[in-house]
């Protein structure tokens, strides 16, 4: 499974799945500032997983048309934010296989899937 790590995702996040193993490309390193529609695009394309902390991916999720598409929102509030990296280690292993073509809401103690309609 392969990730792309919007610029408002905690590098943390991304620092973690690299220790693990996974390829995370993140979006700070290489085109800073780029458009979320892009950022979209580019994830599609590269068949990765979108994980972000931007609201606003919800929206292009769902109206976007390539069918290729996953996304991981991060919901977690700043109190709680040390447990961020160890829970998305945890959600990619357990539930890697679920992720793929649905839009996932990370929550402390709480995961919400959701498929396309395409």
């Known amino acids: 499974?392969?990730?792309l790590a919007d610029e408002?995702?905690?590098f943390i996040v991304v620092r973690a799945?690299?220790?693990?193993?996974?390829d995370v490309l993140a979006v700070c390193e290489m085109a800073p500032a780029m458009a979320d529609i892009d950022v979209m695009q580019l994830a599609?394309?590269?068949k990765r997983v979108l994980i972000t902390e931007d609201k606003d991916f919800g929206?292009?999720?769902y109206s976007f048309q390539e069918?290729?598409?996953s996304v991981i929102?991060?919901?977690?509030?700043?109190?709680?934010?040390k447990k961020l990296a160890l829970d998305?280690?945890?959600l990619i292993k357990l539930h890697g296989k679920k992720i793929d073509g649905c839009f996932v809401v990370a929550q402390p103690g709480r995961m919400r899937f959701s498929k396309s309609r395409n």
């Open 1 to 3: 499974m392969k990730f």
């Open 8 to 10: 408002s995702c905690d």
């Open 17 to 22: 799945l690299r220790e693990e193993g996974y």
């Open 44 to 46: 599609s394309k590269a």
């Open 59 to 61: 929206q292009i999720f």
């Open 67 to 69: 069918k290729d598409r």
């Open 73 to 81: 929102l991060i919901r977690y509030p700043n109190n709680i934010r």
């Open 88 to 90: 998305m280690v945890s």
